[in-house]
């Protein structure tokens, strides 16, 4: 049986081969280290395979978006460790608050704006140290985790994770987290956990800590099985990609900015499945500010429906036909079908998740209406966020201390309206600005924070 560090060889030797490259053409390779199994495990076994004259960094990302003594803490073991073997490591900082001020811009989810902050600080690094390559820790858990998250979504892509996308490499895809934890044991390394890793708030968590148990423990041979379909999904992905692009040449597809338009009439009289592929090619270009279920993008797909709706929104994205044009650009701050969030940034009457509210300052409040029920918030501002819940949410209580967003909603027993309940948080550089929970608009108690 091969080894660890010549599985992570041989890991590395197939990342490289997308480039048509090999060992004896590298100067400097990176390593991204979180401090987590993955990429210690990582970093130990490159620093033992890697012939002397390829030079090994390493780049560390505090996002500073759990505690102190966990974020930063995590960061210091990197860098110690990092000491002890010799590796040179640079430790990036992100301020308090970033991650989650650019999620309410952007509409995104915490991790989905901690990632993308992440990879430009990756970008930083491999431009300022020369590094030809960035090897990413993600594991065969990882890819197993992806492709059961894409079928639960509906996606058309249940590739998972390339095993190299441009100068970014992972040779740890192939190799599963037991494998990890007992390379590290055998060898008496430490590591950091992720306390957020045993939360359930996201679905990747979910996936972990009950299903695949769940398949782990009644259907042997699950793994295998989804390594199959992905293979196939992703020669499928391929060819279907290839005959989009062409296609789309054929319909006069033109991007301006943050605008697709093309062809209407020669979309529709193309197959459905390479209508979506265009489409998924189109919001990727136009900039949607969440993941757009497939759902919607396979109604858009009908000739009739599109034209019932003429105009409809998701993920910041207008989907329109216009004078026998396909238009879709970066207009709307409306939500997706998992989540809501608009910026009411004045006084007025606004729409998210199926609901028409009004806001308005009265006497020092503001003054948030529903149908018939209505909300005074002391202290509210605007501009605020409307939205629904997102992971690791916190809000302050009459003591000063805060209590968890999600574990307030369960004490209340929402049940399948957890996502529902809105919450109200000030537009502000603070992270913990979160003034209400609207629970009364469905029948549950409200949470407002006093001034």
């Not at 095993?163 to 040779?171: H, I, K, S, T, V």
């Not at 709706?309 to 993920?315: F, L, N, S, V, Y």
Request: proline share 2%; glycine share 6%; charged share 25%.
């Amino acid at each position: 049986m091969k080894s660890f560090e010549g599985k992570v060889s041989d890991g590395l030797k197939a990342a490289l081969a997308f480039s048509c490259l090999d060992f004896a053409d590298l100067k400097a390779l990176g390593v991204a280290v979180s401090g987590g199994a993955d990429s210690v495990s990582l970093l130990c076994s490159l620093k033992n395979i890697l012939p002397e004259k390829i030079a090994l960094k390493a780049v560390t990302v505090n996002h500073n978006i759990r505690p102190e003594s966990e974020t930063s803490g995590d960061a210091d073991y990197v860098e110690s460790l990092c000491k002890t073997l010799g590796v040179p490591c640079v430790r990036y900082e992100i301020p308090r608050g970033l991650v989650e001020q650019n999620s309410l811009q952007e509409n995104k989810g915490i991790e989905d704006s901690a990632r993308k902050l992440r990879y430009e600080k990756f970008s930083d690094f491999m431009k300022a140290e020369n590094i030809d390559f960035l090897c990413l820790a993600h594991n065969k858990n990882d890819q197993e985790e992806t492709v059961l998250m894409r079928i639960l979504s509906g996606s058309t892509d249940l590739s998972g994770i390339p095993l190299a996308r441009g100068r970014f490499l992972r040779p740890l895809l192939n190799i599963s987290r037991s494998e990890i934890e007992d390379y590290l044991k055998e060898r008496n390394i430490s590591f950091r956990t992720d306390s957020t890793n045993l939360e359930n708030e996201m679905t990747r968590n979910r996936i972990r800590n009950i299903l695949v148990p769940v398949l782990d423990k009644n259907f042997a041979g699950w793994k295998t099985a989804l390594e199959n379909l992905s293979d196939k999904s992703f020669y499928d992905s391929q060819m279907l990609e290839n005959l989009a692009a062409d296609a789309a040449k054929k319909i006069n597809f033109v991007y301006s900015g943050q605008s697709v338009t093309f062809d209407a009439e020669g979309f529709f009289s193309l197959h459905r499945a390479i209508k979506t592929r265009i489409l998924m090619m189109s919001v990727k270009k136009a900039g949607a500010a969440q993941r757009i279920p497939q759902a919607f993008l396979w109604r858009w797909t009908d000739l009739e429906y599109a034209e019932s709706k003429k105009t409809e929104c998701c993920a910041g994205l207008s989907f329109s036909l216009r004078n026998g044009k396909f238009n879709i650009e970066k207009k709307c701050r409306v939500a997706t079908e998992e989540g809501f969030s608009a910026i009411i940034e004045e006084s007025g009457t606004f729409y998210a998740s199926g609901l028409s509210f009004s806001a308005a300052e009265e006497n020092g409040y503001m003054v948030i209406s529903c149908g018939c029920k209505k909300i005074s918030i002391p202290g509210l501002r605007f501009p605020f966020v409307f939205r629904s819940r997102q992971s690791g949410d916190e809000i302050k209580t009459a003591g000063g201390t805060f209590r968890s967003v999600s574990k307030i909603l369960d004490g209340w027993k929402v049940l399948h309206m957890k996502d529902k309940v809105p919450v109200i948080q000030q537009m502000t550089e603070c992270s913990q600005n979160i003034k209400c929970i609207w629970g009364s608009l469905y029948g549950f108690s409200d949470w407002i924070v006093a001034g």
